[in-house]
């Protein structure tokens, strides 16, 4: 690949890292043109920042807590890290891990290319979405190259914000990602370290933090939780909000708890934890990390939410949280797991 005696300090090290050593495998798939247009398309928008901050972007949503400091971060930086960690990823997996090299490569330097002000101008239409925006320009990109590349290579940039998916690419993708996301909380926010759900989550904090919600209704007639007959039932974005404020609040860096679109598999992690601690009532199945329930009220009416059926901790006031029951909460007949 040709030095540019224009590029940064920070590009041409990225190429003497990480595309020299595996030129061979790049100029086999014939991608070089591919690798070059990416690190250009960067280097021309090297400040643009790595995170979108339009609201209508889910990207906005997923990262809500932190995205004002990894605003900070240049998508260059962010891209060339992402890249970096995916190789790692690649070695890890693949035995004959240098024909993937040139995959992780685009995959790493082009997963967010559709922030970049030139491509958002282009696809107006497509702002809320900046993943189809990095699609849409690395198919026209990879036009003509070997099919297999090109599409297991878009469908990893088009899913690496989607919660479960069944490729073992999209899954090393999101996972560099995240681990340069973690690294750079790490290095913008002082006091935050990476760290284990077992080695920061407290049930004590957890509880303490649900117990005054319990049993309260907004004007829409929403509830965080409830209790009846005994069991506390917490809705699953209640539980996620509360772990993904303390895991901020202990100064963790961990994406899968600080991403919105990471919410389920959370959920999983939580859920598991609290089951073994036996926390949690056996309404649950194997696997499962809510149910359904069917709330009865006395008017007749029913109604179909999931739920996380959680046990009371020991130092809740029963009564006084029975005592704040208003409204819709004080009619409840039954409620049945479906």
């Not at 101008?121 to 497509?126: A, M, R, S, V, Y």
């Amino acid at each position: 690949m040709n030095e540019n005696a224009g590029l940064s300090e920070a590009t041409m090290y990225f190429i003497d890292e990480c595309t020299k050593p595996y030129l061979k495998e790049i100029k086999s798939l014939n991608v070089e043109d591919v690798i070059k247009e990416l690190i250009e398309l960067l280097e021309r928008n090297k400040d643009c920042p790595s995170v979108v901050f339009d609201r209508l972007d889910g990207e906005h949503r997923d990262y809500k807590p932190v995205v004002r400091t990894l605003a900070d971060v240049s998508l260059q930086a962010h891209s060339y890290n992402v890249a970096r960690y995916l190789i790692e990823e690649v070695k890890t997996y693949f035995s004959d891990y240098a024909n993937f090299i040139p995959w992780a490569l685009i995959a790493g330097l082009g997963h967010d290319i559709g922030k970049t002000p030139e491509l958002r101008i282009l696809h107006p239409h497509t702002v809320d979405d900046h993943q189809i925006t990095s699609v849409r320009k690395l198919f026209e990109l990879m036009s003509g190259k070997a099919e297999i590349l090109s599409k297991r290579v878009i469908v990893a940039v088009e899913h690496h914000h989607t919660f479960s998916v069944d490729d073992p690419f999209t899954n090393m993708l999101k996972k560099a990602d995240h681990r340069a996301r973690n690294q750079e909380l790490v290095r913008l926010r002082k006091g935050f370290q990476e760290g284990r759900f077992i080695d920061w989550f407290e049930s004590y904090h957890f509880f303490n933090s649900i117990e005054p919600e319990i049993n309260h209704v907004n004007e829409k007639g929403k509830w965080k939780a409830f209790t009846f007959r005994g069991v506390l039932y917490c809705t699953p974005d209640f539980l996620f909000e509360t772990v993904r404020k303390q895991c901020i609040e202990k100064q963790v860096a961990d994406m899968a708890f600080i991403k919105h679109s990471e919410q389920a598999s959370a959920l999983k992690i939580i859920v598991n934890y609290l089951q073994e601690h036996n926390m949690i009532y056996h309404h649950l199945k194997p696997g499962q990390y809510f149910r359904v329930y069917e709330i009865a009220f006395y008017a007749g009416r029913k109604i179909r939410i999931p739920h996380i059926p959680l046990k009371p901790y020991i130092f809740f006031d029963l009564r006084e949280i029975e005592s704040r029951k208003i409204g819709i909460l004080q009619i409840i007949k039954s409620v049945t797991a479906v």
